[in-house]
């Protein structure tokens, strides 16, 4: 039995280092996203400081692992056996929930997680415990869980929620007032006074969270506690005048020392307070054996009230810990992609956006324009000029890829990030109010985009949409934790060491496939058949650069036009399904070049119009393709899915006639267009006729047969459906290769287009 219990500790060993991968890549987003919107400084630069906070946060940590000695449930009433139960569902659900909100690129809390995980697995044995009982019934529930410390917890989060938008809001809007977007003169005269407030609370918030509970604390303690404002106004003071040196005499700027010393500290906070999360329910599993192993007595009998107590972790293992938490920053893709969904919600430019709008975003978004409407009738005339005068953004490139590669905000909003995210923190764990630093971080930034005219009527419904489903998201970690872990604890508890076993097994799976399919998800290698922006000013030059995505559009028309006919005719909802998709994804991409028609047209002469109109009617056909292919898949895949009869063998036929038919067109347009061969369209266009009477004499054929033959509504209008939508889609192509011919001409030099900085 002993050896079952060994095994298990090396079991949630392993399962330790995993959680530190999956748990530093989900909040890697809390101290990264100010440094790397704003672009400060070069990101291994960021990763530098980043990597220097998390290993001193981690080597220099109390090692307190009270995870399971919190309060969430009473040690003293588990037995040994019981206790591992927990620990080792605990455990796998955290991995598992972690990794799949990485995967999806959310934000969440690992310490609303791990919290609930323990709360779920305690109460699901303790139910246990009380449905063995001839004594107990559910009423003594309270017996074995402290549910007062989870209601101060969901209250404590949802409370830090609200404050952490609304305060970050505020002293964002402040800051813009005092320094607008042209804040480089303001800084000379305000520029000291700012430094010495933010690098005040960044520095009251490493020693209040980042070192508190250290070793070194105790040496700093006497001084702090009870010192709390004598030691503010001294560091701001101290601040102050270091800010005035910094910027007048070494002519610095003092917003990027306070980015800095901002990730340092949030890092810092985060290793030294998190790691709890991630290594605290391994190290109670660890430390429960021992005085198990030593005392002799049955699992079963062994009460384990011995994890009321404090024991400290072994500095070797907060070692290793600090440098699993750094390697997996440096080479966690998935920590990245986390960062990038709060940086792409809090970014000042327009651009691709990664939620889409729903019924509470639209109303919020809705409600908040007439509030507006009202506050600007009330306010004077002039009071509003000079508001808006501070919130005038400086012009910037109309390139996309350059607008791309532009920070996502300023200097400014990244400091108010950083500081105020640093004083809340800190204040609340000098009041010991219970919060996520996620959440924190995450809804300062959200406050202060919000603050500084980032969501616009343009992108403020997606935006919008995009809190609130991470937001969403938060609520069902909680949730999902407490059910997913009762339930993981229950099936150890009746499965034993087999259950464990293909628990771990399944869990792996999971992990390795989550990682495969996000590797082929955000692989940084072009797909083959993806469409790319044109950025030549001349109508041969679009020509040239658009050919390529001709020739894509008509090599995926081919299959996804393929896998319809093909999956109707086999009913084969896999296929439809697979037609699906491809539509989508093409239809996606045609929409994002559509987006980008705006900068095209921008960076054009007055001598070079054509183009713009030429590449608009380009685009505009390739929808008309991209429509009719989405309604064939789309019907197809209905009918089927439905289950609908199946279509008649002369309808089969007549369709997989003309899907010979398509399938020659897009080949012959694929390669004429790939080979840029465009003397060759004029023959494909003579196909023209014969491809429309060949769906003329079918749509006539079907009507013979609706009139004499009995046949099923649903196929008969399917049917008609897709030879009027097949001939649409020829229509579109044809006048797409049409457009070409008719501008094509290869005595005209391709002319690129040259982007120059706006004064």
Do not use: C
Request: net charge neutral.
């Amino acid at each position: 039995m002993e050896n079952i219990y060994l095994l298990m500790i090396v079991a949630l060993a392993i399962l330790a280092i995993a959680d530190l991968v999956v748990g530093v890549s989900n909040d890697a987003v809390n101290f990264l996203n100010s440094a790397i919107g704003s672009k400060a400084i070069s990101f291994k630069t960021i990763m530098i400081i980043a990597s220097l906070g998390i290993f001193i946060g981690a080597v220099f940590s109390s090692g307190m692992m009270e995870v399971a000695r919190k309060g969430i449930f009473v040690p003293k009433e588990f037995m040994f056996n019981e206790i591992m139960i927990i620990f080792m569902a605990v455990m796998i659900t955290d991995i598992l929930l972690l990794d799949f909100f990485n995967t999806l690129g959310m934000p969440t809390s690992t310490t609303v997680s791990i919290v609930f995980e323990l709360l779920g697995a305690a109460v699901a044995v303790a139910l246990i415990k009380i449905g063995a009982s001839d004594s107990e019934t559910v009423a003594d529930l309270s017996k074995y869980i402290n549910s007062d410390q989870a209601m101060v917890i969901i209250s404590g989060i949802l409370l830090s929620v609200v404050i952490a938008f609304t305060v970050g809001a505020i002293v964002q809007f402040i800051s813009r007032l005092i320094f607008s977007f042209q804040y480089e003169k303001r800084m000379k005269h305000f520029g000291a006074l700012f430094g010495g407030v933010a690098l005040t609370g960044i520095t009251y918030f490493i020693f209040m969270k980042g070192l508190k509970g250290t070793p070194y604390y105790a040496d700093i303690k006497e001084v702090t506690e009870g010192n709390e404002i004598f030691v503010l106004i001294g560091s701001f003071i101290f601040w102050t005048l270091f800010s005035q040196l910094y910027t007048r005499v070494f002519k610095k700027n003092i917003l990027v020392l306070v980015i800095i010393m901002g990730t340092f500290g949030l890092a810092l906070a985060f290793s030294g307070n998190d790691l709890v999360n991630f290594i605290g329910v391994p190290m109670a599993a660890y430390h429960s054996y021992e005085a198990w192993a030593s005392s002799g007595v049955a699992p079963d009998q062994f009460a384990m009230g011995s994890l009321a107590e404090k024991v400290p972790t072994e500095p070797l293992l907060l070692f290793v810990a600090g440098g699993i938490m750094v390697l997996t920053l440096w080479f966690s893709k998935k920590a990245r992609s986390v960062a990038e969904t709060e940086i792409r919600l809090s970014r000042q430019n327009e651009g691709k956006e990664k939620f889409q709008p729903n019924l509470l975003s639209r109303w919020i978004v809705r409600a908040s324009t007439k509030t507006n409407l009202v506050i600007t009738a009330v306010l004077p005339k002039e009071t509003q000029r000079k508001i808006n005068a501070q919130f005038e953004k400086p012009a910037i490139l109309l390139d996309k890829e350059k607008a791309d590669d532009a920070p996502a905000f300023d200097l400014i909003r990244a400091s108010v990030n950083l500081m105020i995210a640093g004083i809340l923190i800190s204040v609340a764990t000098s009041m010991k109010l219970p919060l996520s630093t996620t959440y924190v971080t995450f809804m300062v930034a959200m406050g202060s985009s919000l603050a500084d005219r980032a969501w616009g009527r343009e992108s403020a419904v997606y935006r919008v949409a995009g809190v609130f489903n991470v937001i969403g998201g938060w609520f069902f970690t909680a949730f999902s934790a407490f059910i997913a872990a009762a339930t993981m604890a229950y099936l150890i508890y009746i499965g034993g060491p087999a259950a464990i076993a293909i628990l771990l097994f399944f869990a792996i799976i999971l992990l390795v496939r989550n990682y495969i399919n996000y590797k082929k998800k955000s692989s940084g290698i072009k797909e083959e058949d993806s469409l790319s922006r044109a950025e030549s000013s001349s109508i041969q030059g679009v020509i040239e650069e658009s050919a390529d995505n001709i020739a894509a559009v008509a090599n995926r028309a081919y299959k996804i036009y393929t896998d319809a006919i093909t999956g109707l005719s086999k009913e084969d909802l896999k296929q439809l399904k697979k037609s699906k998709k491809g539509n989508d994804k093409l239809t996606a991409e045609i929409d994002e070049l559509q987006e980008s028609v705006f900068y095209f047209i921008k960076n054009l002469d007055e001598s070079s119009v054509g183009a713009s109109h030429f590449y608009i009617n380009v685009l505009g056909y390739l929808q008309d393709m991209a429509q009719s292919l989405e309604y064939i898949g789309k019907s197809s895949y209905k009918h089927v899915n439905n289950n609908h009869k199946k279509l008649k063998f002369n309808q089969t036929r007549e369709l997989l006639d003309l899907q010979n038919d398509m399938q020659s067109l897009f080949k012959k347009v694929n390669k004429s267009f790939e080979g840029r061969a465009f003397g060759e369209i004029n023959a494909i266009i003579n196909d023209k006729k014969h491809l429309l009477d060949s769906v003329s004499k079918k749509i006539e054929k079907q009507i013979s047969r609706t009139r004499n033959e009995e046949s099923s509504p649903k196929n008969t209008t399917l049917y008609f459906s897709l030879l009027t939508e097949t001939k649409d889609l020829v229509v579109a192509t044809m006048n797409l290769l049409e457009l070409y011919d008719d501008q094509y001409d290869s005595s005209v030099p391709k002319a690129e287009i040259t982007i120059e900085e706006e004064k």
